[in-house]
């Protein structure tokens, strides 16, 4: 009886489970490591957000871009200007004419403008085509080309040049040699596209707003006859 009794109790202190401070280690090392996954997880997440935005920024620009560098190299057809409305154009904004139909008249998507304009659902600017009335002062339809963009630079130059790009425009040299819209055989846009911060500062994985920047350029198809000095056809 006594030999059963020894056993027994030698077998309970063989079987003791965790101190109270091995329990609050184990938990703290636990804690530490699952802290260390939230931050890691967090970060991907925001950088993947990131670069989900900047590849859609980019195709949108780049999108844009194109539609406006080709019916800006159509532009002027069947005219005898250089096909800009210099009314209506400036280094913010460019309008473009031309008589498709060949009928002599302005119809539909005949008077274009581009331009920016604040959109209230983004709060913040779109780059926005127009399709103008026949007097080319009253916006009848207007399509979103590109969200997000910050800024958008229109440079007229009398005749094809190198030009450098400078932030969010081009540079002091280039900029100087620019013409009126009216005279441009050369165009020159710039547009530049905010990315809003990911996340909130001092915080894992949070990622500063940051801008891109594209630009292209486009030959009039008039380019060798200047004058554009409004809308009948000559």
Do not use: H
């Amino acid at each position: 009886m006594r030999q059963m009794t020894t056993t027994t109790q030698q077998a309970r202190a063989t079987q003791g489970g965790f101190s109270l401070i091995e329990l609050v280690i184990a938990m703290g090392v636990t804690l530490t490591v699952l802290t260390m996954a939230t931050s890691l997880l967090s970060a991907s997440f925001n950088v993947r957000s990131r670069e989900t935005r900047k590849s859609s920024a980019l195709a949108d620009t780049q999108r844009a871009l194109n539609i406006m560098t080709r019916e800006l190299t159509n532009a002027g057809y069947n005219l005898k200007s250089n096909g800009i409305l210099a009314a209506q154009s400036d280094e913010d904004s460019v309008a473009t004419l031309s008589d498709l139909n060949m009928n002599d008249a302005w119809d539909e998507d005949e008077i274009i403008s581009y331009k920016l304009a604040a959109n209230p659902n983004t709060n913040a600017n779109s780059l926005v085509r127009y399709s103008l009335g026949a007097t080319g002062d009253a916006a009848t339809t207007g399509t979103v080309l590109a969200e997000y963009v910050d800024t958008f630079k229109v440079r007229y130059y009398a005749k094809k040049r190198d030009y450098t790009t400078a932030d969010c425009d081009v540079d002091a040299a280039s900029a100087a040699a620019v013409t009126t819209p009216d005279k441009a055989q050369y165009i020159v846009l710039v547009v530049c596209a905010t990315l809003p911060a990911v996340g909130t500062q001092q915080t894992p994985g949070y990622q500063p707003a940051s801008t891109v920047q594209l630009v292209s350029d486009a030959v009039l198809r008039n380019s060798t006859t200047l004058s554009n000095t409004g809308l009948p056809k000559y």
